[in-house]
């Protein structure tokens, strides 16, 4: 278990991470999610020791992790993959790891060979790519066969096989009763892994509920209706009290009535449609929805 309490780091004028306050429970891939800026991987480093708050407190089941003296057996992390010691071989980089945690040597030889690394365990690190690098990074968090478990944007640089092993591997973690807690700015990387979801933007909670809560509570669904007579069809719809908007290929895209409403009212008004579609918004949309306000930088801003 994970807590944060009234968690809050400042740089300066910048404040990275706002007042957060709240918990990660065993047993479940927890999602983290915000734009680039959120203050997910200061967090993280706040979680683990390596960054100082500047009030509040973060907790690893109810003890500050710095406080751990062996403190891979109690939370294993994959910050940032590219922070390793490019001269050493993944055994060296590992054994030193152990050695260091009072983690048996057996248990580089295993995480190894969970990862994948076996083939490539004496190896300079620094030939890796970076998917191997994240496999190491990985690695190095399961070293110590912790029951809190960390990782920053642990997808980047992977290939479709590796993503799915990823996944599959955070879900089994969470099914052996461990807190799993994953990063990321993408929905599409946490809606097929993460049974709960945490989301920040510019430091502060946004939402905190199971991926079913926000899946129930964000999508909105819209209609796509085409028709040779849209300008009538979109007054008929209007005075129903419904959005209208134009959208490609002269088709009309309509909130807040039925596919079934739209036919009816169509046909009641003698108008022939060639297309009526529901589409329910991804998960992504519902996710830029509601971190919308919070984007740090957005795409061709100061070019208007
Ligand atoms: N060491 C630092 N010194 C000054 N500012 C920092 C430092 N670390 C982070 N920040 C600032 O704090 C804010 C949060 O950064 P952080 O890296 O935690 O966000 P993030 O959600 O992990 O973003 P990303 O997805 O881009 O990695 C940003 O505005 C960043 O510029």
């Known amino acids: 278990m994970i807590e944060l309490t009234a968690l809050t780091k400042r740089y300066g004028r910048t404040t990275a991470v706002d007042d957060l306050t709240l918990s990660v429970r065993p047993g479940h891939v927890t999602g983290f999610l915000g734009p680039n800026g959120a203050g997910k991987s200061t967090t993280l480093r706040m979680i683990i020791g390596l960054t100082v708050p500047t ?21 294993g992390a994959l910050l940032d993959a590219g922070d390793v010691h490019g001269g050493r071989s993944a055994v060296a980089h590992l054994s030193a790891l152990a050695r260091s945690n009072g983690i048996p040597r057996s248990r580089v030889e295993e995480v190894l060979r969970e990862v994948g690394l076996s083939a490539a365990a004496r190896r300079r690190i620094g030939g890796f790519s970076l998917g191997m ?18 990782f920053d944007e642990p997808f980047n640089g992977l290939d479709p096989e590796g993503v799915r092993w990823v996944r599959d591997l955070f879900r089994r973690l969470a099914g052996e009763g461990r807190t799993v807690f994953v990063s990321s700015h993408l929905m599409s990387e946490m809606e097929h892994c993460a049974d709960r ?18 899946a129930a509570g964000s999508t909105r669904a819209s209609v796509t209706v085409r028709t040779p007579h849209a300008a009538r069809l979109a007054a ?69």
């Open 236 to 304: 008929v719809l209007a005075a129903e009290g419904a959005d209208v908007r134009p959208a490609a290929a002269g088709a009309l895209v309509v909130t807040g009535l039925t596919a079934a409403r739209v036919g009816d009212l169509a046909l009641a008004h003698g108008i022939g449609l060639h297309e009526l579609t529901t589409r329910t918004a991804s998960l992504e949309e519902a996710f830029m929805e509601l971190t919308a306000d919070s984007v740090e930088y957005l795409a061709g801003e100061g070019t208007r």
């Open 133 to 150: 690098r994240q496999r190491l990074g990985i690695a190095a968090a399961l070293l110590g066969d912790p029951p809190v478990l960390l």
């Open 197 to 214: 979801l945490v989301v920040i933007g510019r430091g502060r909670l946004i939402a905190e509920q199971s991926l079913a809560e926000f």
């Open 55 to 75: 009030s509040g407190t973060a907790t690893v089941d109810g003890v500050p992790f710095r406080a751990r003296p062996r403190g891979l057996r109690h939370a």
